[in-house]
């Protein structure tokens, strides 16, 4: 029962990187879309596409920690012994992107605009590195289990970490760029959509050659998950390859519909290919997933409550995604009572 | 690592971590209400302006929602750094216990899950979506609003009353029983009082800034209405909430006598124990100052067996087992303070409710109106304390008997730098989210009387052209 809930962990996990991701890339643009006026339109745009969604998306991170913390509690312990300040960093980047983005919208004046939207755009960039870092600090075996604190400084200051915290910020960069031009197509937007198309492309290729350096950078400092990715897991990192190459081409022809599934699957099959790579520790070389899993009847709640989250969740948020998609949803309207509009009409 | 580096990391972490938990729960909980009962009294709203094609009530809504984009915004990270926080500052107690613990934060991260999707579709659904269709997306935030409280409580009345697992030689916990986890013996008791303390606390906070609107002289229609709906909500919450806090102190007093000693600043077990207002314990442990109710805290703990009902007093407790002396005193205090509030925003419920039977109106005196501005923060206060109540009160324990505080926190010497942070960050982001909440009430005042373009459940608008400039969002 064990290695189900780890599934279900990384479905999560997965589900964080693509939806979730995709909002800290689109603060990654927010950040590099240059002054109030040149980056005016591309920040009305990130704000549009992912102001209804994002709350909803990183709930996936809560549904992460609280399956970790409550199916493999060891494990959960021990990684934030080790990894105390980069999670520290990712949680108080959280806070600070989330208020940010949340003030942005709330006031007009283009001064403080400014000034919340700079703040919400680096935390996006920083929290998606610590996350990498962490997940490279535990991919590496640089956590030990067993409530002994590894080193606090080099278990995520180095090259694995490194790899992985520039990774999940070019990634996330690419998929948010390629829902953009999604999004800028839907709105009809044709300047955003060639914005972005350059954009995705960029990071597309420069998430390439990330990941084709990583392999170096793995061979050399984290051989039991370079090893599993050369072997059991290599049906899913040449998946994630000809998908990224796929919606590469698809950029290039300007066929951005298929650009986006092609995108997701590329950075879902990496994420799985970890957690597949890792198998069967979930602390590499130190703790296996057998071994930090908790009673069965804890691990069957786990899975009665994702169970009921299949049911109830999925939809609802096929709903958010469908409402939002079809432009159903909208920023509120300002002030209504002081025209006289019919409340009622429709 | 240099000398300078070690000696910045050698702090001991335990008072650290317990001031940045505390300080960071203090902080998310002023925004729980409003996350949990600002949906509810928003629909209220929305509810009599379709039924009665009332303008103002649709505007409260609108501008409701608005505001509840932005504090749900910031409700949603501040509890995420709680669950940082619970592997980052005590990864010893989630290290042992959160099999069980981890249970009601699973079916808590449901009920957030459907909050953050439910919230999102109705702030961004004004425009395009039916009037009922609408406001139906509403409900299941108010559902699920009730539901994480229920759930995160009967995480907290776990640590007050664990139960539901069994623990081998070497303390690890090798069978557990879900159900018994969640519904624990305190958990009725404490979800109940925390749901309806929202709504309180909800009611009085939004009704208090109208209430000083209304002072400042504005009392149209719509300030009246804002300050009804909230207000209402508040009345009908503060005597049940007399109602379920006596039954959880009952309860303490049955099932956790530590905690009430402390609460009750009892030295020695006894009868006739009499109720002290204020007042404070010494290290001899007489307790000093105060006005004493002869009696009565005996009788309150059991009116059947009156002032002879016996209350265990703090001699009956290894010191070390119990809260200390400084931590009984805050228990003591913090007690009298949410028991004080309480009583008083109960009377201001009586005189409101009375004028309405009496009168058909609220009450017209600007007293009420100057008492029911400062409410809000009273109320908030009252929450804060019941709060240190429940978590003081049980120390040593983080988990009750079974794991100390000091047991269970990280071994990091750096903690007091993360909360020195911490705390900087937060301030910065409160005192930032009062300050844009205010600026969104002012630019709203000033709109007044200006055209606006929007029409709430309207036509759909023309698709907004490139425009250049700062100021015009798209969409």
Known sequence: MSALVAVVLFFGVTAYAVFGGADFGAGFWDLVAGGAQRGQRPRALVDHSIGPVWEANHVWLIFCLVVLWTAFSPAFASITLTLFVPLTLAALGIVLRGSGFAFRKSVFATRERRGYGAVFASSSVLVPYCMGAVAGAIASGRVPAGGVAGDWWSSWMNPTSILGGVLAVTVCAYLAAVYLVHDAGRLDQRDMVRYFAARATCAAVVAGVVAFAGVFVLYADASYLFHGLTSRALPLVIVSALCGLGSLWMLARGAYRFARPLAIGAVAAVVVGWGVAQWPYVLPETLKVAQAAAPTATLASVLVVFAAAAVLILPSLGLLYVLDQRSVLQEPPADAHERGGDARAV | ?475
């Open chain 2, 1 to 475: 690592m240099t000398p300078l580096a070690g000696t910045l990391l050698a702090v001991d972490p335990v008072p650290w971590a317990r001031s940045q938990m505390a300080f960071t729960l203090a902080a998310h909980i002023v925004l729980v209400p409003l996350g949990v009962a600002w949906a509810f009294m928003a629909l209220v709203a929305n509810w009599r302006a379709i039924k009665r094609d009332d303008r103002d009530a649709l505007l409260l809504a609108q501008r409701w929602a608005k505001y509840m984009a932005v504090t749900f915004a910031v409700g949603a990270v501040t509890g995420t750094v709680l669950s940082f926080e619970f592997g980052l500052l005590w990864p010893t107690f989630m290290g042992r216990f959160g099999a069980a613990f981890g249970i009601p934060f699973a079916i808590e991260g449901l009920f957030f899950f459907l909050e953050a999707i439910f919230i999102a579709i109705y702030i961004y659904g004004w425009k395009r979506m039916q009037p009922w269709h609408h406001f139906w997306s509403g409900v299941p935030i108010v559902v699920a609003g009730i539901g994480g409280t229920v759930s995160v409580i009967a995480a907290n009345a776990w640590m007050n009353e664990p139960s539901g697992f069994t623990l081998d030689s070497a303390g690890k916990v090798t069978q557990v029983e879900p159900l018994s986890v969640i519904f624990n013996k305190a958990m009725p008791y404490q979800a109940l009082h925390m749901t309806v303390a929202a709504y309180l606390v909800g009611g009085f906070l939004i009704a208090s800034v109208y209430a000083a609107g209304m002072l400042k002289g504005r009392t149209d229609r719509y300030h009246r209405l804002g300050f009804l709906i909230p207000f209402t909500v508040a009345v009908v919450a503060a005597p049940l909430q007399m109602i379920t806090g006596d039954a959880l102190a009952r309860f303490v007093y049955s099932n956790e006598p530590a905690k009430f000693a402390s609460i009750e600043l009892v030295p020695k077990t006894s009868s006739d124990v009499p109720e002290t207002l204020f007042g404070h314990l010494d290290a001899e442990g007489t307790v000093s100052g105060g006005i004493r109710i002869p009696g009565m805290a005996s009788w309150l703990s059991d009116p059947r067996t009156g002032t002879a009902t016996v209350v265990t007093g703090r001699n009956a407790f290894a010191s070390d087992d119990q809260p200390t002396v400084a931590e009984a005193n805050v228990v003591h205090l913090a007690w009298d303070v949410m028991i004080g509030i309480g009583t008083l925003l109960t009377l201001l419920a009586v005189w409101y409710a009375i004028s309405w039977v009496v009168r058909r109106d609220m009450p017209r005196s600007r007293l009420f109106l100057r008492i029911a501005a400062g409410a809000g923060i009273l109320s908030i206060v009252a929450l804060e304390a019941g709060w240190v109540v429940t978590e003081v009160g049980r120390q040593p324990w983080i988990v009750h008997e079974y794991l100390r505080v000091k047991d269970a926190a990280t071994t990091n010497g750096g903690v007091w730098i993360t909360f020195c942070v911490v705390c900087a960050v937060y301030l910065a982001v409160g005192t930032t989210l009062i300050l844009v909440l205010r600026r969104m009430s002012r630019r709203w005042r000033e709109q007044r009387g200006e055209e606006e373009s929007d029409v709430p459940y309207g036509p759909r608008p023309p698709l907004p052209a490139p425009v250049p400039g700062d100021e015009v969002p798209i969409g």
